[in-house]
C-alpha cells in the first residue's frame, strides 16, 4: 500500500513539474474557485442564530458591556449604534456575567438608593425608596413578550402616622412603547401587577396608556365593560361556537365554515324579592306567635274640672258636661302577633349573557371530489384536453344535509336558528411542473464543477504510451543469440530439430510477456536506426 502510494505521489509530482504554466494556472484557479464556494456555503448554512440582549444603550453602557463580554470571549455585534446582539446559545450566559458585574451600571441599584449620607433626610431616603420601585417595576415591564420600553410615576402619599397611611390611596401612571399588540389579558395583568407591588395602590388608581397616548386601562372605567369589551366577549363567545361546531363537522366534511350571530344581552339587573306566605292554606292570618288581651271597668268616676284656665280675665267659655255625680265604665282591648313564611330573594343577572332564543348560525359545508391528471389523462374523452375537462366540471353541486347532522348542530350550539348547507366541490390536481430554483442548482454546479477539475487532472496526469521509457536498453543480438545466427552457421542451424525450434520460440514469448517494454524499446532503436540509415 505504502509502495502505491509513493508511487502515484511520484507521478503526480512529474506530471505537475511537466505541466505548462498556463495550465497550472488554470487548474489553481479552478481549486480556489472550489474552494471559496465551499467555504461560502459552509459560512451561509452554519451561521448562528442571533438574540436581541440589549437595545436603547448609551455609549458609556455599550462600552461597560464591551468590556464584560470581551473579557468572557463572548461573541456580539452592535446594531444601529444602541443595541447589542449575542448568538442566542450565548444569551443566558451574557446575562449571567453581565448580571454578575452589574452591567450596564447605568441602572439605578438598590444598593444605590440605601446609599446615604449624614446628610440625606428621611424625606429623601424616602424619594430614593420610590425611585428604586420605579425602575424596578419598569425592567420587570420590559423583560414581558411583546413590550420595548415602560416608563413608570408613582405617586405614594407620605406615611405621618399609621392611621392616616391606611386613609391615603397611591397612585400610578404607566407609558408603554409596544412591539405588537397586547390582549386585554395581559394589561389588566400588568394593573394589577402594580396594584400588588405598591402599598394602597387599589386598580381604580391607575391607569396605563401607550406611546400613542391610547388608553390601554383606566382605573375608573374597571370592572364596567365599555364598547369594545363588549365586542371582545361578543367575540370569544362566536369564536367558542365556531371551535365546538368545527370539531364536530371536520370528520365528515373537507371544508367547514361558520358564521355566528349571537345576540349578547349587556343591561344590568338586580332585583330583591321579600314574600310572605301563611303556614297553612286553611289560615288566613297565619299561626298566633303572641296574644294579649286586657279588660277593665270603671265606677263613680268624679266630674272633671271646667275646661280652661283660672287666670282667664274674659268670660270662661261653658261645655256641655254631665250633671250625675257617679256612672260606670266598661272597657276591654286585645293584641294577637301572627306568624308568616317569609322568603327573601335576591337576582342579579349576568352582563354579557347569550340570548339563544333569538341568536342564529350559518354553516357552509364542503365536500371535496378528487381529479388528479395523472389518473385522469388517461381516463379523457377522445379530443378532450385536461383544461377542457376542468372546464366542464368546474361547477359545485349541492349536498343533502341529513336531520341528524342538523340536530347534532344545533344541541352542539345551544341554538335553534340554525342554517346549513353542503356542496360538493371539484378540486383539480394539476401535474407538478420540473421547477428548478437557483438555489437548487448551486451545489450540482459545484459538484459538476469539481468532477471535471478531477477529470482534467486524471487525463493530464496519464502517462501516454509513448512516453515509456525503459531503464536498461537491449541489444537484440544481446538478446536473441540463438534466432540471430551468423550468415556462417545457416547450414548448420538448418539441421537443428524441430524442437529446438519450438524452444527458442517459447524463450521469445516468455521474454516478449516479462519485459514488454524493453522489446518496445529495442523495436524503437531498430527504427531510429532505420530511419537514420
Known amino acids: 500500500m505504502r509502495e502505491t502510494i509513493t508511487q502515484v ?5 512529474e506530471r505537475w513539474t ?3 504554466k498556463k495550465t497550472k494556472i488554470q487548474i ?20 448562528p442564530e442571533t438574540a436581541i440582549l440589549y437595545q436603547n444603550l448609551d455609549m458609556e453602557a455599550i462600552s461597560q458591556i464591551d468590556e464584560v463580554l470581551d473579557a468572557n470571549n463572548i461573541t456580539y455585534e452592535l ?3 444602541r443595541t447589542i446582539q449575542v448568538n442566542e446559545e450565548d444569551l443566558n450566559n451574557a446575562k449571567i456575567v453581565l448580571t454578575r458585574e452589574n452591567v450596564p451600571r447605568g441602572d439605578y441599584t438598590f444598593y444605590d438608593a440605601i446609599t446615604n449620607s449624614m446628610s440625606t433626610t428621611e424625606a429623601e431616603k424616602r424619594t430614593k425608596l420610590i425611585y428604586l420601585k420605579q425602575v424596578d417595576l419598569e425592567n420587570i415591564l420590559m423583560g414581558m413578550e411583546g413590550i420595548e420600553s415602560a416608563t413608570v410615576q408613582l405617586n405614594v402619599p407620605e406615611e405621618k402616622n399609621s392611621f392616616l397611611a391606611s386613609k391615603m390611596e397611591s397612585s400610578a401612571s404607566v407609558v408603554l412603547t409596544l412591539h405588537r399588540q397586547i390582549s386585554n389579558n395581559q394589561i389588566e395583568g400588568i394593573a394589577r401587577l402594580l396594584s400588588n407591588a405598591v402599598d394602597n395602590l387599589k386598580l381604580e388608581n391607575i391607569t396605563i396608556l401607550d406611546s400613542d397616548s391610547n388608553v390601554l386601562f383606566s382605573g375608573d372605567d374597571f370592572g364596567e365593560l365599555t364598547a369594545s369589551d363588549q365586542q371582545s366577549l361578543k367575540n370569544n363567545a ?5 371551535n365546538k361546531l368545527t370539531t364536530l363537522l371536520s370528520p365528515i366534511y373537507d371544508e367547514v365554515a361558520i358564521s355566528p350571530n349571537l345576540i349578547l344581552d349587556f343591561d344590568y339587573f338586580e332585583q330583591t324579592k321579600e314574600e310572605y306566605t301563611t303556614p297553612s292554606v286553611d289560615l288566613q292570618n297565619g299561626l298566633v306567635d303572641q296574644e294579649s288581651r286586657q279588660n277593665y271597668e270603671a265606677t263613680n268616676i268624679q266630674d272633671g274640672f271646667a275646661p280652661g284656665l283660672d287666670p282667664n280675665v274674659e268670660d270662661v267659655p261653658e261645655y256641655v258636661a254631665g250633671n250625675e255625680l257617679s256612672g260606670n265604665y266598661e272597657g276591654a282591648t286585645s293584641e294577637i302577633k301572627y306568624k308568616h313564611n317569609k322568603t327573601l330573594s335576591s337576582e342579579v343577572k349576568n352582563i354579557g349573557t347569550i340570548d339563544y332564543a333569538n341568536s342564529s348560525v350559518a354553516i357552509n359545508l364542503s365536500k371535496f371530489k378528487i381529479y388528479d391528471e395523472t389518473i385522469m389523462e388517461n381516463m379523457l374523452a377522445d ?3 385536461w383544461a377542457q375537462f376542468k372546464l366542464d366540471n368546474e361547477a359545485s353541486t349541492i349536498l343533502e344535509v341529513d336531520q341528524a347532522t342538523i340536530d347534532a348542530i344545533k344541541m352542539g350550539a345551544g341554538l335553534e336558528n340554525v342554517a346549513v348547507i353542503a356542496y360538493e366541490v371539484p378540486v383539480f390536481i394539476d401535474k407538478e411542473p420540473f421547477n428548478l430554483e437557483t438555489e437548487d442548482v448551486i451545489p450540482y454546479l459545484l459538484l459538476l464543477a469539481l468532477g471535471a477539475i478531477i ?3 486524471m487525463i493530464k496526469f496519464k502517462k501516454p504510451a509513448e512516453e515509456v521509457e525503459t531503464a536498461d536498453e537491449f541489444e537484440f543480438e544481446d538478446l536473441l543469440p540463438v534466432a540471430m545466427p551468423d550468415e556462417e552457421e545457416e547450414d548448420t542451424l538448418q539441421d537443428i530439430e524441430l524442437k529446438e525450434v519450438i524452444e527458442t520460440k517459447e524463450k521469445i514469448d516468455k521474454f516478449i510477456d516479462e519485459k514488454p517494454e524493453a522489446v518496445a ?13
Open 9 to 13: 505521489s511520484n507521478n503526480l509530482t
Open 18 to 20: 511537466n505541466f505548462p
Open 28 to 47: 489553481g484557479v479552478g481549486a480556489g474557485a472550489i474552494v471559496v464556494a465551499i467555504v461560502a456555503a459552509v459560512v451561509i448554512f452554519s451561521k
Open 79 to 81: 446594531i444601529d449604534g
Open 238 to 242: 362566536e369564536k367558542d361556537i365556531v
Open 383 to 385: 379530443g378532450q384536453t
Open 455 to 457: 477529470v482534467v487532472v
Open 521 to 533: 524499446g529495442l523495436l524503437r532503436n531498430w527504427l531510429e536506426e532505420d530511419w537514420g540509415d
